[in-house]
């Protein structure tokens, strides 16, 4: 009787995930002896993350390779998983004073992030089919709880609801796409296919073609590109705040680099068929989210709307297809993290005792009277909109050198016309803050953990965007 | 033994039964069926993924299969325990209720 | 040829010879006693004719969903076992891990109260 060997494992390039797991079960369990008080579980959670990021840096030569190929950790993977873990702790952090204020008890909440986070690792290092689709499912699965995690609250269920039943439409047709992407080339590993493809052995060009288009529809609604974009205003609505800033970061990301994984490792070669169609998705999704968010009234949906225009630009880079487009793409949602989760800070610190206070007019005179806040907002604002000297303008710099590079000259064009069509709105609340009189006193809550995260997010907008060079190098 | 039912009626099947799916996710308005209708078309994908496994002879197919069937079960228990927790604030399951937060 | 069939008939006997035997045995044993209501069709406390539109009760929905849950795991077993030689240590460890998590689960649903009937 021959044995089956175990498959080559490195648990040190597995570290962070394994030590998420272990620390999302351990606040999970300690949730049920922690009681009313949810400090222990934050800082619990807050020690696995940051251990997760440290061990990110542990393996000394990358790429390691595990499980037969089905999961590679490399530059571009250690680099995503930096990001993850810095968004959920951020998302963490700005939870403490929102949850209490907003009524959210349930100590699953910190579990769920850790749980997702792992997810999104699993998803930045996974390159094959089988694995691509259990870190979606897992990044999805704790979203949609996280995004109804308010449970008396109406938008909060609907939220989860629409993004439920979206989400799981959605996993639908990824899962449809991979299988006959399966069918046509005979395996799952993501360098299978490209072998396959290339030695030109497919069983059927049909079945290649039509999972590839079901995968576009499959990742393009996980990552919210038009037209499949209708869940993200409502779902980002209606869920808690810091589960909004986390949601449009770190699952976005995740969701990002397995679309680029798969597209520029599996199926380059027959890239002339998609890229037509991706260029047409990446255009709309730019000019829609951008006109979009011009009519919006609710800072959250309006940040909705600019996050769609967002992945236009990342689309571009996924485009490109070269190994610029993955550092760029890298870059970009780092930069897009202390942008997001700075404003976001700025939203939730302006929430009042009873309501979340979103309504952009409730934004006029903060100029005066909280200088110090309406100049960050301005600070995320002209970065958000690209404007130099902010990470923004560097990371759509490098995505678009990335296109130019690969010849893609008129998508660049439209992609800039855009960026100054986004300045319109981004430009609006700025001059709302300044320019005019508040209608009524707020009362505001400020929390100073809340004020921490809203100061690093200044931070590291103004850093990446002065000193680029660091972190674009760890991208590459 | 191989080759009674050839490959393409088990992907004929299988694209009718998403096809089904589908139109029920876009057609219906109460939420379980819509539910159901998702259901459908994972266990259509099943199917196609257990056909391809068995005709390339390898085993990629089933394992995959598995995977699909764990996270629609888990997917369901998540998607009725949202169902029930809304149900709890606002009584019906007909979709067009659900508009405070516009389409 | 016909010995390779001697544990499934054993088997079958078996179940035949239990199910049987359980049958016979609460037909000598269980205690018997008639009156109009044990007599009805339905006897457990429902009413023979009720609408069919009855909500039930969200409990059971903890438990199907539970049920489901837990169930559907035990798909992963079934290669496992089958396996089981063949696999060696690396097997036997790599299950304990996915017994342990889903032995976290259980607790977590059974100290959270989960599977409380009242």
């Known amino acids: ?476 | 033994m191989d080759g009674f039912v050839p490959l393409n009626h088990y992907l004929l099947l299988s694209a009718t039964l998403f096809v089904i799916g589908v139109l029920g996710v876009l057609l219906r308005r109460n939420v379980i069926v819509v539910f159901m209708s998702i259901e459908i078309m994972l266990n259509a994908v099943n199917i196609s993924l257990i056909a391809f496994d068995h005709y390339l002879n390898n085993s990629d197919g089933q394992v995959f299969s598995f995977m699909v069937m764990c996270v629609a079960a888990a997917e369901v228990s998540v998607g009725l325990a949202i169902i029930i927790s809304m149900f709890r604030n606002k009584p019906t399951v007909n979709l067009d209720e659900f508009n405070i937060l516009k389409w | 040829m016909l010995e390779q069939y001697i544990g499934a008939t054993v088997m079958f006997i078996m179940a035949i010879g239990i199910a049987c035997g359980m049958v016979f045995m609460t037909s000598v044993l269980g205690p018997k006693r008639h009156f109009a209501e044990k007599m009805e069709p339905f006897e457990c406390g429902e009413k023979q004719i009720v609408s069919p539109h009855q909500r039930f009760s969200v409990k059971f929905y903890l438990v199907a969903v539970l049920f489901v849950l837990f169930d559907i795991e035990a798909v992963f077993f079934f290669p496992w076992a089958i396996l089981f030689k063949k696999l060696g240590m690396f097997g036997f460890v790599e299950m304990l891990f996915f017994i342990i998590i889903l032995g976290v689960g259980l607790c977590y649903v059974w100290i959270k109260g989960g599977l409380d009937w009242e």
């Open chain 1, 1 to 476: 009787m021959e044995h089956i060997p175990a498959p080559a494992i490195d648990f040190i390039s597995l570290a962070p995930a394994l030590i998420l797991s272990v620390f999302g079960m351990l606040v999970l369990l300690m949730d049920l002896f922690a009681g009313k008080n949810k400090n222990l579980l934050v800082f619990a959670s807050l020690v696995g993350l940051v251990l997760a990021g440290v061990s990110a840096f542990a393996p000394k030569a990358l790429p390691v390779v595990s499980f037969g190929g089905s999961y590679v950790v490399d530059h571009l993977s250690v680099f995503f998983t930096l990001i993850f873990v810095f968004s959920s702790a951020l998302t963490i952090l700005l939870s403490i004073e929102y949850n209490p204020r907003n009524g959210i008890r349930a100590g699953e909440y910190y579990a769920l992030i850790l749980f997702c986070t792992v997810g999104m690792i699993l998803l930045a290092s996974a390159t094959d089919l089988i694995m691509i689709f259990l870190g979606i499912e897992v990044v999805s699965i704790c979203l949609y709880v996280l995004a109804g995690i308010k449970r008396g609250d109406v938008k909060s269920n609907e939220a989860a609801l629409k993004y439920f039943l979206l989400g799981a439409f959605a996993t639908g047709f990824l899962v449809y796409g991979m299988t006959l992407l399966y069918g046509a080339t005979g395996t799952t590993k993501l360098a299978g296919i490209a072998e396959v493809i290339h030695s030109g052995q497919t069983n059927s060009d049909t079945l290649l073609l039509l999972g590839t288009v079901l995968l576009i529809i499959g990742f393009g609604f996980k990552v919210a590109s038009v037209p499949f974009h209708m869940w993200a205003p409502d779902v980002y609505e209606g869920a808690p705040s810091p589960v909004t800033a986390f949601m449009a970061v770190g699952p976005k990301a995740a969701a990002l680099v397995a679309f680029y994984r798969v597209f520029a490792t599996a199926i380059p070669e027959i890239g002339t068929t998609w890229d037509t169609l991706l260029m047409v998705v990446a255009v709309a999704t730019m000019v829609i989210g951008n006109f979009g968010a011009i009519v919006q009234t609710n800072i959250k949906r309006l940040l909705a709307y600019s996050s769609i225009s967002h992945v236009g630009y990342l689309l571009i880079a996924i485009i490109a297809r070269n190994s610029l487009g993955g550092s760029a793409i890298a870059y970009y949602m780092m930069a897009y993290a202390f942008m997001i989760f700075g404003t976001f800070g700025i939203v939730i610190l302006l929430g009042e005792k009873n309501s979340e206070n979103l309504e952009i007019k409730n934004y006029a005179g903060l100029g005066v009277k909280q200088p110090a806040i309406a100049l960050c907002m301005t600070v995320f604002m002209l970065s958000l909109g690209g404007m130099p000297p902010f990470a923004g303008f560097i990371a759509k710099f490098y995505i678009f050198g990335a296109a130019i590079k690969e010849g893609y000259v008129v998508l660049v064009v439209i992609a800039v016309l855009n960026s100054v069509v986004s300045l319109y709105y981004y430009l609006k609340i700025v001059v709302l803050m300044y320019m005019k009189d508040s209608e009524r006193e707020l009362e505001l809550s400020m929390g100073p953990i809340t004020l921490a995260v809203v100061a690093i997010a200044v931070f590291g907008t103004i850093e990446m965007g002065l000193f680029p060079d660091p972190i674009l190098q760890l991208t590459q």
